[in-house]
């Protein structure tokens, strides 16, 4: 099976329900969009970020239920550095799609999403503990892996892999 | 990890009281440590705290090579390594773009479920002695150990086997290594039927369970529950039939699911489980294919050693493989499998290199474990040890 190249171009991955579906309720919120590996990726505007997820919720065809996973990427010394990945499921029709929200550092910063999935707690805390990455709203943003006084968010690029001695 | 700072909660309820659980409890399975607001012996509130196993797997993952982070992928899960080794070979080959033989894939799919059986043994002894039960424990190990003698026969270890490579698994099974697995699986649904003899039916157990640590299909879908918590409260979901991967499509099993959302109900799913695993297996074994057990990709999977003293590609391919590792082209994948406990997931960034950019793991314990909040508020501390077994929690795979 060799690999297919990715398709990006937004028009054409229209004939996807879920880009359709986002771009219908705000265009200018959605940045860019990837086909690739069988796999949908949505790269969204933060500020629109919960809009979207609820959007995709509640769709009578699409009904992604199901928040799977939270997590991020640090590109550092790219800027934007952060990309938060949220991966979405849905229980009824078994589809998956990837949205994503690139945050610069200064200002990493983003709507939390336990509003709509109270589940995504424990995935922001991780993300936060770890990466640094500040979610709006969260009703219990902590440490949740490292120990309260820890300094540092050991998965960003810039810590070292030994951490610091 | 938090600090021993509990004080919002003293605040609010001047009536509670606010004990500590684990993290050496012995009905922890490991090192959860719960912070429990009680009015009497009555919870209020449950809070988790977790960490203390957390090792940074993620992190060092990023500084191995490709094939390097398969032996991490096992310490993840002690209970089912086979299927974490699954998953991060499955999201790897699919970043390659790189197809297995069939010979691999029912390997694959029947040592998967051999290590549902361990994990599901494990869960279902430790599970009943938790609630007092302790003949069951005695007999499950007793099962459990003759698995872990069958993956000593591939892998040479009992329990951190790494028998998956990528591209294939490491070596084929010994001769006599089909008339094992045809000895346990033919005898197992018998000893299914004596752990379901003591338990099933018995007054005590069935008290301890029925009605206990309820959860509704919402609150499960909203916690982000998988595998049979969420299915023992009426949600089917299976991924290996909802999207199948190493070949699943081609076995029949059905998808046991309850609607009860009780302690009772997760057992009943977790043994139904057991039987469709033991069928599983079965199929594999008839209908294993012959052929190779490693994908035809030199640059990625090692070369044998009798062709490495024999043809001179093959040495360099083995000496560039292990010295400096091979690149996987630019991208990114998320690949989920059907663990004993749920939803394990494996999110792979490639930057092009011969390193992973980022590897993360979205591991069951670790969402399940936001249940517990639900199940317990309002009843009594006794039923918080059924809650906790009844997850399935193992923390490695929770703290990582």
Redesign the interface.
């Given at each position: 099976m060799a690999l297919e190249p990715a398709v990006t171009d937004l028009e054409q991955l229209k004939s996807h329900p879920e880009v359709a579906c986002l771009v219908a309720l705000n265009a200018a919120a959605v940045e860019s969009a990837k086909f690739d590996r069988n796999e949908l990726t949505v790269y969204v505007e933060r500020t629109a970020l919960r809009g979207a997820c609820a959007a995709l919720k509640n769709d009578a065809s699409l009904q992604y239920d199901f928040l799977s996973d939270v997590t991020c990427v640090d590109w550092f010394p790219r800027e934007p550095r952060f990309k938060v990945v949220y991966h979405l499921f849905s229980t009824v029709t078994k589809k998956r799609v990837r949205l994503k929200v690139r945050l610069t550092g200064d200002d990493a910063a983003v709507d939390s999403l336990t509003p709509l999935w109270p589940g995504a707690n424990f995935f922001e805390r991780e993300v936060f503990d770890l990466f640094g990455v500040r979610f709006n709203e969260h009703p219990n943003l902590k440490r949740i892996l490292m120990p309260d006084n820890w300094e540092g968010h050991p998965l960003r690029k810039d810590y070292p892999v030994e951490g610091y001695r | 990890?938090?600090?021993m700072?509990p004080s919002p909660v003293l605040d609010a309820a001047d009536q509670t009281l606010i004990m500590n659980m684990g993290p050496q409890h012995p009905s922890t399975h490991g090192v959860l440590r719960l912070l429990l607001e009680i009015d009497g012996e009555t919870i209020v509130r449950i809070m988790p705290d977790?960490?203390y196993l957390?090792t940074?797997i993620?992190?060092?993952c990023?500084?191995k090579f490709y094939q390097q982070v398969v032996p991490m992928t096992d310490r993840i899960d002690y209970l089912c390594p086979m299927t974490n080794n699954l998953t991060y070979c499955l999201a790897v080959e699919?970043?390659?773009?790189?197809?297995i033989p069939p010979r691999a894939q029912w390997l694959r799919v029947m040592m998967n479920e051999l290590t549902r059986i361990n994990s599901h043994l494990v869960w279902l002894g430790t599970h009943a002695l938790d609630i007092g039960a302790m003949t069951v424990f005695l007999y499950c190990f007793r099962e459990r150990e003759q698995v872990l003698r069958l993956f000593e026969a591939v892998s040479g270890q009992r329990m951190m086997t790494s028998y998956f490579r990528i591209g294939g698994v490491s070596i084929e099974p010994p001769l006599d290594f089909f008339g094992r697995v045809k000895t346990f699986i033919d005898a197992f649904p018998e000893h299914i039927d004596e752990y379901e003899n003591l338990l099933t039916q018995n007054p005590i157990f069935v008290m301890r369970t029925k009605g206990v640590a309820f959860l509704s299909k919402q609150d499960a879908?909203?916690?982000?529950?998988t595998g049979p918590t969420l299915r023992a409260s009426g949600?089917?979901?299976d991924l290996r039939r909802?999207?199948p991967y190493s070949g699943y499509e081609n076995f029949k099993f059905n998808v046991p699911i309850a609607s009860e959302g009780d302690v009772y109900a997760r057992y009943l799913v977790r043994v139904a489980e057991l039987r469709e695993s033991q069928k599983i297996v079965k199929q594999a074994l008839e209908g294993i294919p012959e052929g190779p057990v490693k994908a035809d990709a030199p640059k990625v999977v090692l070369p044998d050693r009798e062709k490495m003293k024999t043809q001179m590609e093959a040495l360099i391919y083995h000496f560039k493989i292990v010295t400096e590792g091979f690149t996987v082209?630019e991208?990114?994948?998320?690949q989920?499998v059907e663990s004993p406990r749920g939803?394990m997931?494996y999110?792979v960034?490639s930057d092009g290199g011969a390193k992973p950019?980022?590897v993360?793991m979205?591991s069951p314990s670790?969402?399940n474990?936001?249940t517990l909040q639900k199940m317990c508020e309002g009843r009594l501390i006794a039923d918080v040890v059924a809650a906790i077994g009844s997850i399935d929690i193992v923390l490695g795979d929770c703290?990582?």
């Amino acid at each position: 099976m060799a690999l297919e190249p990715a398709v990006t171009d937004l028009e054409q991955l229209k004939s996807h329900p879920e880009v359709a579906c986002l771009v219908a309720l705000n265009a200018a919120a959605v940045e860019s969009a990837k086909f690739d590996r069988n796999e949908l990726t949505v790269y969204v505007e933060r500020t629109a970020l919960r809009g979207a997820c609820a959007a995709l919720k509640n769709d009578a065809s699409l009904q992604y239920d199901f928040l799977s996973d939270v997590t991020c990427v640090d590109w550092f010394p790219r800027e934007p550095r952060f990309k938060v990945v949220y991966h979405l499921f849905s229980t009824v029709t078994k589809k998956r799609v990837r949205l994503k929200v690139r945050l610069t550092g200064d200002d990493a910063a983003v709507d939390s999403l336990t509003p709509l999935w109270p589940g995504a707690n424990f995935f922001e805390r991780e993300v936060f503990d770890l990466f640094g990455v500040r979610f709006n709203e969260h009703p219990n943003l902590k440490r949740i892996l490292m120990p309260d006084n820890w300094e540092g968010h050991p998965l960003r690029k810039d810590y070292p892999v030994e951490g610091y001695r | 990890m938090a600090e021993m700072t509990p004080s919002p909660v003293l605040d609010a309820a001047d009536q509670t009281l606010i004990m500590n659980m684990g993290p050496q409890h012995p009905s922890t399975h490991g090192v959860l440590r719960l912070l429990l607001e009680i009015d009497g012996e009555t919870i209020v509130r449950i809070m988790p705290d977790i960490g203390y196993l957390h090792t940074g797997i993620e992190k060092t993952c990023e500084a191995k090579f490709y094939q390097q982070v398969v032996p991490m992928t096992d310490r993840i899960d002690y209970l089912c390594p086979m299927t974490n080794n699954l998953t991060y070979c499955l999201a790897v080959e699919k970043l390659l773009g790189l197809e297995i033989p069939p010979r691999a894939q029912w390997l694959r799919v029947m040592m998967n479920e051999l290590t549902r059986i361990n994990s599901h043994l494990v869960w279902l002894g430790t599970h009943a002695l938790d609630i007092g039960a302790m003949t069951v424990f005695l007999y499950c190990f007793r099962e459990r150990e003759q698995v872990l003698r069958l993956f000593e026969a591939v892998s040479g270890q009992r329990m951190m086997t790494s028998y998956f490579r990528i591209g294939g698994v490491s070596i084929e099974p010994p001769l006599d290594f089909f008339g094992r697995v045809k000895t346990f699986i033919d005898a197992f649904p018998e000893h299914i039927d004596e752990y379901e003899n003591l338990l099933t039916q018995n007054p005590i157990f069935v008290m301890r369970t029925k009605g206990v640590a309820f959860l509704s299909k919402q609150d499960a879908l909203a916690l982000a529950a998988t595998g049979p918590t969420l299915r023992a409260s009426g949600v089917d979901v299976d991924l290996r039939r909802d999207g199948p991967y190493s070949g699943y499509e081609n076995f029949k099993f059905n998808v046991p699911i309850a609607s009860e959302g009780d302690v009772y109900a997760r057992y009943l799913v977790r043994v139904a489980e057991l039987r469709e695993s033991q069928k599983i297996v079965k199929q594999a074994l008839e209908g294993i294919p012959e052929g190779p057990v490693k994908a035809d990709a030199p640059k990625v999977v090692l070369p044998d050693r009798e062709k490495m003293k024999t043809q001179m590609e093959a040495l360099i391919y083995h000496f560039k493989i292990v010295t400096e590792g091979f690149t996987v082209p630019e991208g990114e994948v998320y690949q989920a499998v059907e663990s004993p406990r749920g939803e394990m997931g494996y999110y792979v960034v490639s930057d092009g290199g011969a390193k992973p950019y980022r590897v993360h793991m979205r591991s069951p314990s670790f969402a399940n474990i936001q249940t517990l909040q639900k199940m317990c508020e309002g009843r009594l501390i006794a039923d918080v040890v059924a809650a906790i077994g009844s997850i399935d929690i193992v923390l490695g795979d929770c703290d990582r």
